[in-house]
């Protein structure tokens, strides 16, 4: 039987209880015919099942394979994501072609293309991700190839680690410039330092008032592990306020909501820009809120390993951005010695200055 995904004919044949679906690679439906005659003659003959799985399986049905018992798992921005490349960009450009036909050379040339549209070397690379990601699956536990075209592909360089906090007295001027439902969602973003995601699906049972914490579940969280996310005085008491005040109606579970219903993030994104621009505020989004979070308690000394862990990171790699704010902070510590004091010095003292000085 022949039909059509995009442009391309594909054929599904059924053989010993088994659905078998394959592209023809043709757009001409007479050829398309001839083709498909012949695969359903090597099925039968059974030539076709000592073929190399990577010379006849489509990056197309790894690509739905992937989707379904892969990224279906991951935080759900994950996934939408994944969905929204393999459908804008990658089938497109892979789904005709079998797993065999995929090499260092054809990701180059996709990886040139990209760049040549216009988009960014990060954007390439997060591309690319994904492929690598199915090549590796294809790999490790489905065995349907022996070895990935990205072991011998040198996947673009990016550095994303952008790490941007408030200044002395943006908070206030932010905070000045939100209507009370955003300032409320800021107030709890910079002293929780939780994704936005996670705010704006926050739901009262996830609050523990009595031990002053708050529970992600596993299912919530980016790298799927229970999350609990202290709170302190200022955060506390927004949520309290608002939960004293019955500001959200009893009959809706999400403690930022309009109408019952919780506020989209472009809802969210476009407020928070406009009363950044409102208080002179630059080069600063929501997420910023999260680097602020760990850049303060960084700088007032306390332990990556921490930091971490409040932030929900599996791998420590991502907090050790903030490394280089304690670094900064021992420094300042040092210059201390040098300002504000008149030193003693000892004979000894003058003497070894005497000896280096020239």
């Not at 995904?5 to 398309?32: P, Q």
């Not at 109606?249 to 919780?262: H, L, T, Y």
Request: proline content about 3%.
């Amino acid at each position: 039987m022949l039909y059509k995904r995009g442009d391309v004919w594909w054929t599904k044949i059924m053989f010993n209880g088994a659905l078998i679906r394959k592209s023809t690679g043709t757009v001409n439906k007479e050829l398309a015919r001839k083709i498909a005659l012949k695969i359903k003659g090597d099925i039968v003959s059974g030539e076709w099942f000592k073929k190399d799985p990577a010379e006849t399986i489509l990056f197309a049905e790894v690509w739905d394979k992937y989707l379904k018992e892969d990224a279906r798992y991951k935080a759900p921005r994950t996934y939408q994501r994944a969905i929204q490349v393999g459908d804008s960009h990658l089938l497109s450009a892979f789904a005709n072609l079998t797993l065999s036909e995929i090499t260092p050379a054809v990701l180059s040339a996709y990886k040139a293309k990209r760049l040549e549209a216009g988009v960014k070397i990060g954007t390439a690379a997060k591309e690319l991700h994904f492929i690598r990601r199915v090549f590796s699956l294809c790999k490790r536990e489905w065995q349907l190839v022996k070895q990935s075209p990205f072991e011998f592909f040198k996947m673009p360089k990016f550095n994303d680690q952008r790490v941007r906090y408030l200044e002395h007295g943006e908070l206030d001027r932010l905070l000045f410039h939100c209507p009370a439902w955003l300032k409320s969602i800021v107030t709890l973003a910079r002293y929780t330092g939780m994704r936005r995601g996670n705010i704006l699906s926050l739901t009262w049972s996830q609050v523990d008032f009595q031990n002053r914490v708050i529970t992600l579940g596993a299912e919530d969280t980016k790298n799927r592990e229970r999350l609990i996310i202290p709170l302190a005085e200022t955060p506390y008491n927004v949520l309290a306020g608002m939960k004293n005040a019955k500001v959200v109606s009893i009959i809706c579970p999400f403690v930022f909501n309009q109408d019952g219903k919780p506020y989209n993030p472009h809802q969210l994104s476009m407020a928070f820009n406009r009363a950044c621009r409102r208080a002179g505020i630059e080069n600063f989004r929501f997420h910023d809120l999260r680097h602020d979070f760990a850049s303060n308690l960084v700088q007032r000394g306390n332990d990556l390993y921490v930091v971490q862990h409040l932030l929900g990171h599996k791998d420590g790699r991502m907090t050790q951005r903030y490394a280089h704010l304690r670094l900064e902070n021992l420094k300042k510590a040092v210059e201390t010695l040098e300002t504000g004091h008149n030193f003693r010095h000892s004979e000894n003292e003058k003497g070894i200055a005497n000896l280096t000085t020239p």
